[in-house]
């Protein structure tokens, strides 16, 4: 199975942007969905969004549609969230995660569905 690592976050300003980028080793990436999740201070872990194997498949949290993208290399092995507009309430550790499925077209919200979770990575937006 992969093993996931996450990078890119630190410090933003708000209205900025900032990537993050998952890297993953071992196993076969391209059997994984892929997606984020996200955990603010004193609040309950939320979905952000997820890509189906082959990105035939984006899913995204209403609170950041149309602000973050998500997207992945497959010959690379990562998984990246570019996300714009960035205030506040974005500040949270992020976190990447793989849901092995082979090759079904899925890119599921639930935080059930994925089996194999990144250490998690620190964004904080500054006004």
């Known amino acids: 199975q992969v093993q996931l690592v996450e990078s890119g976050g630190g410090l933003a300003q708000a209205g900025g942007p900032l990537r993050l980028s998952c890297a993953a080793s071992?196993?076969?990436?391209?059997?994984?969905?892929m997606c984020w999740f996200r955990q603010g201070p004193g609040k309950v872990p939320e979905f952000v969004a997820a890509i189906s194997w082959s990105d035939s498949i984006t899913r995204y949290a209403n609170s950041v549609k149309d602000r973050f993208t998500i997207s992945r290399d497959n010959a690379k092995k990562t998984v990246a969230l570019r996300m714009n507009s960035l205030n506040a309430e974005d500040t949270a550790v992020y976190y990447c995660?793989?849901?092995?499925?082979?090759?079904?077209?899925?890119?599921?919200?639930?935080?059930?569905?994925?089996?194999?979770w990144g250490q998690g990575n620190q964004v904080t937006v500054s006004s």
């Open positions: 995660a793989a849901d092995w499925v082979g090759y079904t077209p899925r890119a599921n919200e639930r935080s059930d569905d994925y089996e194999i």
């Open positions: 071992g196993g076969t990436f391209s059997n994984y969905a």
